[in-house]
């Protein structure tokens, strides 16, 4: 029995699929040296990875469909091979979460998982302005760990994510109770958003809350020589210029500010080039 011709609805929509899906796979892989638009993608597919599952299932239904209309074995499957390798991308970034998650011996509530950014979270034990620039004020959240302590801990300094243009230091409230529970104190920052911020201020805005950190490091218990920078996306990026540009002058503190530097970076899933 001949195939189907190629103008057949199923063939053509078959066709797309596959071309997308490579489309899909080439992006996820992207190298090094390629255009800044196909980073941003890349950032993107991998940052909302399971969002993958629905071009893996929308190809899977085209197969179906083709195999119903006895379409051609190589379309069949090549849609099928397509649909499966979307859908292992899809997976992929959540399975090594959970991988890693599981090593490190931390649990996991699905339930916590699909809880509101910010309601229903934590809040604050204190808030504090800790600068302020052309009338704006920056504002910081403490958070500190129940259990009291003689030595000083180890705080991480939160910076938030939303593209440099939103976000709110309101999302630290999602990791507060699994950092204080584990002896942290985590102090949550506000930085300048774009516009007017730039890439010189708002990093320098992150300068400036670090050395915040240290000024009051008394205060709420704080080992000065133990911060940490965690930010996510945006705020992963501009912790990652902060903590590596400490004493650099093309990209200077917001502040007055003396020594930022910092023990350690956690960046998650923030724009970079590898």
Do not use: N
Request: proline content about 8%; hydrophobic content about 50%; charged content about 15%.
């Amino acid at each position: 029995m001949p195939s189907p011709p190629l103008s057949s609805m199923p063939t053509l929509l078959a066709l797309l699929h596959i071309v997308g899906c490579v489309l899909l796979t080439a992006v996820f892989f992207a190298p090094a040296g390629v255009p800044t638009l196909v980073h941003l993608l890349k950032g993107i597919l991998r940052e909302y990875s399971l969002v993958m599952l629905l071009p893996a299932l929308l190809t899977a239904l085209v197969t179906v469909w083709v195999a119903h209309v006895d379409g051609a074995r190589w379309l069949r499957s090549g849609t099928a091979a397509s649909a499966l390798l979307v859908g292992v991308l899809a997976a992929w970034p959540a399975v090594s979460a959970w991988r890693l998650a599981r090593a490190a011996d931390i649990p996991l509530d699905l339930r916590a998982y699909f809880q509101p950014l910010v309601g229903a979270r934590p809040l604050p034990g204190q808030t504090v302005r800790f600068a302020a620039f052309e009338g704006l004020e920056l504002h910081a959240d403490v958070f500190l760990p129940e259990t009291a302590t003689d030595k000083a801990r180890p705080a991480v300094l939160y910076f938030h994510g939303g593209g440099w243009r939103g976000g709110e230091r309101g999302y630290a409230r999602a990791w507060a109770d699994f950092l204080t529970a584990r002896g942290y104190a985590l102090i949550s920052f506000d930085y300048r958003l774009f516009p007017p911020a730039t890439g010189v201020t708002a990093p320098g805005d992150v300068k400036c809350g670090i050395r915040w950190a240290k000024d009051h490091a008394a205060t709420y218990g704080i080992d000065p020589d133990r911060l940490v920078l965690f930010g996510e996306s945006a705020g992963g990026h501009l912790a990652t210029l902060a903590g590596y540009t400490e004493g650099d002058t093309r990209l200077p503190p917001s502040c007055d500010a003396g020594d930022t530097s910092v023990a350690a970076i956690i960046s998650f899933y923030a724009p970079a080039i590898w």
